[in-house]
C-alpha cells in the first residue's frame, strides 16, 4: 500500500513539473511576442486553467494576439467585449473584431454576428440582410445551427 501510494505521488509531482515547465515556456513565448502563445495564455486566463481566472489578464493577452491579427484571439476579445467581461462592455468593438475574424473564416464570429444583427443590441440595430449574410457564411462552414436558420428563411 505505501508503495502503491509513494508511486502515485512520485507520477502526482512528475506531471505537476511537467505542467509547470510548459506554463512558463508558454508565459515565456507569450511575453516574446508569439501570437498563438498569446492566445492560448489568454485562453488560460479566461478559463482559468493553471492559473487564477481573470478576465483582464484574458483581455490583455487576447488584445496582444489581436494585435498580430490572430483570428480566434479576434474572436474571444470581441466576446469580452460584448459580455463586458475584463473590459468595458461595447457591442460595437465586439461587431468590428468579430467582423474581421468572421470574414477570416471564424465560424463563431460569423454566428454571433448574425445573432447580433437578427436582434440588434443597445446602439446596433437589427438588420436582417446582415443577419442573413453571416448565418449563410457561418451555414458555409458547416454551422449547422446557422444552416437551420437559413432554411426557414428559404421557404
Known amino acids: 500500500m505505501k508503495k ?4 502515485l505521488f512520485l507520477l502526482f509531482s512528475i506531471f505537476s513539473y511537467s505542467q509547470n515547465l510548459n506554463m512558463r515556456k508558454l508565459i515565456f513565448d507569450a511575453e516574446k511576442g508569439d501570437a498563438v502563445a498569446q492566445y492560448v495564455l489568454g485562453d488560460c486566463y479566461e478559463r482559468g ?7 483582464t489578464n ?7 494576439s489581436t494585435a498580430q491579427n490572430y483570428a480566434n484571439a479576434q474572436f474571444k476579445l ?3 467585449y460584448a459580455d463586458g467581461l475584463g473590459v468595458e462592455q461595447s457591442y ?7 467582423e474581421i475574424s468572421g ?4 465560424v463563431e464570429s460569423q454566428y454571433n454576428l448574425g ?6 443590441k443597445e446602439n446596433i440595430n437589427a438588420d436582417l440582410k446582415k443577419s442573413l449574410f453571416w448565418f449563410n457564411m457561418a451555414c458555409e462552414n458547416n454551422d449547422e445551427e446557422s ?4 432554411n426557414q428563411y428559404k421557404q
Request: glycine share 8%; aromatic share 22%; hydrophobic share 45%.
Open 4 to 7: 502503491t501510494t509513494l508511486l
Open 49 to 55: 486553467h493553471q492559473v487564477n481566472q481573470s478576465y
Open 58 to 64: 484574458a483581455a490583455f493577452w487576447y488584445s496582444k
Open 78 to 80: 470581441g466576446k469580452l
Open 92 to 98: 460595437s468593438l465586439a461587431i468590428e473584431l468579430w
Open 103 to 106: 470574414y477570416k473564416g471564424v
Open 115 to 120: 445573432v447580433t444583427y437578427f436582434y440588434g
Open 147 to 150: 444552416c437551420k436558420i437559413i
